[in-house]
T-cell receptor
Framework: AQSVTQPDIHITVSEGASLELRCNYS??????LFWYVQSPGQGLQLLLK??????LVQGIKGFEAEFKRSQSSFNLRKPSVHWSDAAEYFC?????????????FGSGTQLTVLP | ETGVTQSPTHLIKTRGQQVTLRCSSQ?????VSWYQQALGQGPQFIFQ???????GRGNFPPRFSGLQFPNYSSELNVNALELDDSALYLC??????????????FGPGTRLTVL
């Protein structure tokens, strides 16, 4: 069965600093990988996704992620964090069959941004 | 274009009661998935409906059931509520078909509290 691990429960960075959120996955086949962001009281918004091809993917709000098959990782990065980036971030793997595969999520990383 | 909507926003029930949560999918989407997000956790897949039939199920007991209607809206029913059912319930819709994977668009969720 597939699984996702986000080792960092909580990360604090200063505004303008760079950010990297870690994600490791376990899945027997080629993974479909996602990063979502959730603000308090809100649903999930897709930041970016990886299906195949270029292992460095660009997303919205200036985020990017790199797929490393050898390390089973899909870390999220942003070169300069803004105060509005404070939220909870979830990594997910899409598994199962069909074109709307079920998502398996990690437990999330809470990001705090200091002024 | 209207996004995914869910009702009610909040709900308080007592143990042993039954609850029905509702979801209206985004226009043109025929697949609906339901997720349970306990406090401090990532969302967990409950089940998925495609064209009014269950199309996949996660590790949830039979007292969690669902329906999808001809207009692709959906209901999640939970019988014999337990304290551990307290969570944010997220609905996601996707357009299925026409590609290997289709993005799931999430609603804002229903916060269920079981006392």
């Amino acid at each position: 069965a597939q699984s996702v691990t986000q080792p960092d429960i909580h990360i604090t960075v200063s505004e303008g600093a760079s950010l990297e959120l870690r994600c490791n996955y376990s899945y027997g086949a080629t993974p479909y990988l996602f990063w979502y962001v959730q603000s308090p009281g809100q649903g999930l918004q897709l930041l970016l996704k990886y299906f195949s091809g270029d292992t460095l993917v660009q997303g919205i709000k200036g985020f990017e992620a790199e797929f490393k098959r050898s390390q089973s990782s899909f870390n999220l990065r942003k070169p300069s964090v803004h105060w509005s980036d404070a939220a909870e971030y979830f990594c997910a793997v899409g598994a199962g069959s069909g074109s709307a595969r079920q998502l398996t999520f990690g437990s999330g990383t809470q990001l705090t941004v200091l002024p | 274009e209207t996004g995914v909507t869910q009702s009610p926003t909040h709900l308080i029930k007592t143990r042993g009661q039954q609850v029905t949560l509702r979801c209206s999918s985004q226009s043109g989407h025929n697949t609906v998935s339901w997720y349970q997000q306990a406090l401090g956790q990532g969302p967990q897949f409950i089940f998925q409906y495609y064209r009014e039939e269950e199309n996949g199920r996660g590790n949830f007991p039979p007292r969690f059931s669902g329906l999808q209607f001809p207009n692709y809206s959906s209901e999640l029913n939970v019988n014999a509520l337990e304290l551990d059912d307290s969570a944010l319930y997220l609905c996601a819709s996707s357009p299925s078909g026409g590609g290997d994977y289709n993005e799931q668009f999430f609603g804002p969720g229903t916060r269920l509290t079981v006392l």
